[in-house]
């Protein structure tokens, strides 16, 4: 008898239990919105190695053996507990209005410098993807990245080891102002398996599709867009981060201690 009590109480506290989580998951989801704490536009060609940090972001790696723009991102994820994250989704906002390009995004892994090791630099400036600086970092020394020299495509300057491939698409072709979320399949399970809160992403263009088009966003420091309107402040066109985070009720917390006795119940009634 204590033990049928024992398994009709179990059995409610369990459907209690999805219950709230479906209740949780469709009602009470919030967005957050972070935006990038660092943002460059860093190029490749023959006589160029460099970074930008002014109001623009563009990508492009052109055909024939032009040019190689790559955007970084760097965003600080320590506000938010990633365990409650249901999606994630990287967004830019086009400066003018774009082109239907492809591209891809790629995952810095935790503690990689540049692809030559920062070595040539003066002061060899050690860069990693928690530290890069916006201002001083070039192509040759952002984290998971090779400088060469040379901009063709089969050189783009991705370096597998050090990145993760999250997925691509098309960019939206949107109007001046528009938001162009980046299609990312995994950037959810990469933010969540990176081992610390700092994050850097690489916006890079899908060599299997190139031309000699570029795709120009906002930073971080624009303050208008292209031909000076609309105009804002700093950060009022910066990249963002939108996180769909669920919160835990306080009743979550209750439900799982009653799950927990459950399970001891069951214990004690097999011994
Ligand atoms: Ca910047
Ligand atoms: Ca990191
Ligand atoms: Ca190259």
């Keep these: 008898m204590k033990v049928n009590l024992l398994k009709g109480y179990c059995a409610r506290i369990s459907f209690a239990l999805a219950a709230s989580i479906a209740w949780a998951a469709s009602a009470d989801a919030a967005l957050i919105q972070l935006k990038a704490v660092a943002d460059s536009e860093v190029s490749e060609r023959p006589s160029e190695d460099r970074g930008t940090n002014d109001g623009l972001l563009n990508v492009r790696t052109s055909s024939g053996n032009d040019r190689n723009e790559i955007i970084a991102l760097r965003f600080d994820l320590s506000s938010v507990n990633l365990a409650n994250v249901t999606s994630a989704t990287a967004n830019l906002i086009h400066n003018r209005t774009g082109s ?3 591209y891809i995004v790629y995952g810095v892994k935790d503690g990689a410098v540049g692809g030559d ?8 400036q050690g860069f990693d993807d928690n530290t890069w600086n916006e201002a001083l970092v070039k192509f040759s020394t952002m984290p998971g990245l090779l400088y060469d020299g040379d901009p063709a495509a089969a050189r783009q300057g991705i370096v597998a080891a050090d990145t993760t491939n999250l997925g691509g698409g098309a960019f939206n072709a949107g109007a001046k102002g528009a938001v162009q979320p980046l299609s990312t399949p995994s950037l959810l399970s990469f933010l969540q398996a990176h081992p610390d809160s700092l994050v850097t992403l690489l916006i890079a263009k899908d060599t299997a599709a190139l031309s ?11 303050t208008s867009l292209d031909g ?7 950060g009022d066109f910066a990249p963002y981060l939108e996180l769909e985070v669920v919160p835990e009720p306080t009743a979550l917390v209750l439900l799982a201690m009653g799950g927990a006795l459950c399970a001891i119940g069951a214990r004690r009634n097999r011994a």
Excluded: C, E, L, V
């Excluded at 090791?117 to 060899?124: D, E, V």
């Excluded at 000699?212 to 624009?222: E, K, N």
């Excluded at 000076?228 to 700093?234: D, K, Y």
């Design 100 to 102: 239907t390009r492809t």
């Design 117 to 124: 090791n920062n070595t040539g630099t003066t002061p060899a």
């Design 212 to 222: 000699t088009g570029q795709d120009r966003f906002a930073s971080r420091q624009a």
């Design 228 to 234: 000076g309107t609309p105009s804002g402040i700093a």
